[in-house]
């Protein structure tokens, strides 16, 4: 299982990337694996600020469709179109080319609850 030590995890299966005040949101290689293909990803929440937790889009795959939960609270300042149009780099690259959104952290020290690597694989069983 694929768990990069450089990103922090929500017990929703996201992940995000920290970089200054914006963050990269995704969700984890175990998710992907869970969901199985995914064939549409749907996220209408472009502009809006979310609070953490609060859902900003829904994945859809072959076996089911999951809610997407924001990891910390922000302003959701980009939408990864490539995703938008190949769903499938959710399932292909969802540390690197299948992330999802770009978001404006309303409060980095929110980053502070989130699970670290080693908590993650504790929490699915690694």
């Known amino acids: ?5 450089h990103l ?9 990337r920290h970089e200054g005040q914006f963050g990269y949101v995704g969700i984890t290689d175990f998710a992907q694996k869970e969901l199985g293909d995914i064939v549409f990803v749907e996220i209408e929440s ?4 979310l609070d953490k937790e609060e859902m900003f889009g829904t994945v859809e795959a ?3 469709v999951s809610d997407l939960y924001m990891p910390v609270g922000g302003k959701v300042v980009e ?3 490539a ?9 292909q690259d969802p540390y690197g080319e299948g992330w999802m959104i770009k978001i404006e952290i309303t409060d980095p ?3 502070d ?5 080693e908590a993650y694989k504790a929490l699915i069983g690694e």
Not at 113 to 117: E, F, K, Q, S, T
């Open 1 to 5: 299982m694929n768990i990069p030590s």
């Open 8 to 16: 922090k995890y929500s017990k929703e299966h996201e992940w995000i």
């Open 46 to 49: 472009l502009g809006e600020t």
């Open 62 to 64: 072959v076996k089911t």
């Open 79 to 81: 939408i990864n179109e």
């Open 83 to 91: 995703l938008v149009s190949g769903a499938e780099l959710g399932n």
């Open 109 to 111: 020290a929110e980053l």
């Open 113 to 117: 609850d989130l699970l670290d690597a």
